[in-house]
């Protein structure tokens, strides 16, 4: 099978939004858009059965009708709809496999409250071996509460920047060109987010040492000049905060069309594992989340 944008379907509100966002990065990217559905991913919270529709008849039609919501707002793009039987994760991790992204939704809370992020979602974040798009139902909404199409989207929208979380122990390149090509592909600065620790000395945190902070955003700039060098057009903003990166992130999210983090999948824990800055990250964030695996 040729690539593909892949997103899975379950008929809920945040799951059409993600259809939607997907569906402009598959035009973005020249991709086909491969729509994966399941009839045991549904829960009767969202399914609107009314008179004699039963939640199988509903599950049959949803489908055909978001297709045609997509063809309908991305007339130039292939959509190829496919239904399976699995259980959900094992489902969007095989559909994955023939994916360059997988697109999933997640559902809205409060701003203070931020992603209330699925079992599902979450499981599949920790395991995929591809990026993970995370998009919340409010993500990019237009009039009638659709994300946009990236061809009629307001240029002010369109070049919000892409935030990209990272850490200077583990600079992995499927990591830093991901949020290039990301940044290049929507016209948009790159804001990298780097958060470092003061020493702590006998549990007492020293006080601000100045040098140690010239140093490390040095070390920021000698990680990304290769990759300024090769994407000479993007405008790079450097942050190197103190403490924590995640608390940063979630604020740049407030401004960025798309967030990037690392989930790095080697290290001493066993297991399938979300580290606490992109698990902050996923709950929070304002903009959808990009997670990338990497080794």
């Known amino acids: 099978m040729s690539r ?3 997103v899975g379907l379950d008929g809920s509100p945040r799951s059409l939004a993600a259809a939607h966002w997907a569906a402009g990065e598959a035009w973005s990217r020249r991709l086909a858009l491969r729509v994966v559905h399941a009839l045991d991913w549904h829960s009767f919270t969202y399914a609107p059965l009314t008179g004699t529709d039963t939640l199988t008849q509903w599950t049959q039609r949803m489908p055909h009708e978001a297709e045609t919501r997509l063809r309908r707002d991305h007339p130039d793009l292939r959509i190829i709809n496919e239904q399976i039987t699995r259980e959900p994760v094992a489902s969007l991790l ?3 496999e023939d994916a360059e992204l997988l697109v999933l939704g997640s559902r809205g809370l409060s701003r203070v ?3 209330l992020v ?3 979602a979450l499981s599949v974040v920790a395991r995929a071996e591809i990026p993970v798009v995370l998009v919340r139902a409010d993500a990019a909404p237009d009039e009638e509460g659709r994300p946009r199409h990236p061809a009629i989207t307001s240029r002010a929208a369109v070049c919000r920047d892409v935030v990209l979380g990272l850490d200077l122990r583990r600079p992995a390149d499927r990591l830093l060109e991901f949020a290039f090509d990301a940044a290049a592909r929507r016209g ?3 804001r990298v987010v780097h958060g470092w620790s003061q020493p702590d000395t006998y549990g007492y945190t020293a006080p601000f040492d100045a040098e140690l902070a010239i140093q490390d955003a040095s070390e920021l700039r000698d990680v990304l000049r290769p990759w300024r060098e090769k994407f000479p057009d993007i405008e790079v903003n450097e942050q190197s905060v103190v403490g924590s990166a995640a608390g940063h992130l979630v604020d740049a999210s407030a401004d960025a069309s798309l967030v990037v983090v690392g989930r790095f999948t080697h290290g001493p824990w066993p297991g399938p594992r979300i580290g606490p800055v992109t698990h902050a990250v996923l709950h929070h964030s304002s903009a ?3 997670v990338v695996a990497y080794r």
Do not use: D, I, K, R
């Open 4 to 6: 593909t944008v892949t």
């Open 188 to 190: 948009a600065a790159l």
């Open 113 to 115: 409250a931020g992603f």
């Open 94 to 96: 095989a559909a994955a």
């Open 288 to 290: 959808p989340v990009a």
């Open 118 to 120: 699925g079992s599902v």
